[in-house]
């Protein structure tokens, strides 16, 4: 198996529609046939909790039993830190720190956790954030250093500020539109880099924004996210997107993580 590293960008609250019509980097690799573009409907409720838990656990949040955002704790389920961890391989996160409670230790106390260095937790060198209007060219900064540092097998960068704008402005908003915006002008400061040292890109959101400036529900401006895949592990013409369910089991096929257990999408890779 191919042991390739792998970054997941994920770009919180962002919908399809606007991926689609804001994100002209990314659009660009799309187009010119250097990257998968696609649509899927995330799971429900259209929460983030539920939903990190849903992309890296491959379970439904109905299934897990956390479905909603003050719910920490799930059924127990392998996620893809532990995954890549059991097999000797680097993970890190630059994230807000829910993936802490989630993946490391719960609760987060951010006077001593903002900074993880930890080779026995499954996220073991992370920079988590804990306020939502943290600027996401920071959160790039963060994921940066730690790649600098460490050079993860697995990469976490988790944005938020396309969410917060969300909701302050709601959906169809210049607001909201133009975080989107400033989060594809970020990506294209430092995509490039990360494809160059042969990282394997994995892009999408948890769930949309409605335009009442919240998000849970089944409107497709809640529930359609945008999925880009970068790299020589996919197929740009696949013919569909890895739902949620299958995020994290197309994660581990890509980074060659054998027996992993989980649902994934064979349809996007080469
Ligand atoms: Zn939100």
Redesign the pocket.
Known sequence: MNMRRVIFVLL??LSARSGQSCMGYLESLRETGRAFGGVVRCELPAL?RPLYHCLITGKRPAESGLVHNTCWQAEPAQNCFHLACAQGRITAAAAYYWFRELVNVHPFAPERERVTADPALPIQHGLFYSSDAYPDAQVLLDAQSLLTAHAPDLLLVHSLGI?HA??LHGHDSPGYRNAAREADMLLARHMPGWLEQGYQLMITSD?G?SADKL?NGNSPEEREVPVWLVGDAFRPDAPRAPEQVEWCGTLCEVMGIEAHGKAFCREVLR
């Open positions: 919180d609250g983030s969410d969300g909701h769930h924004m998000h």
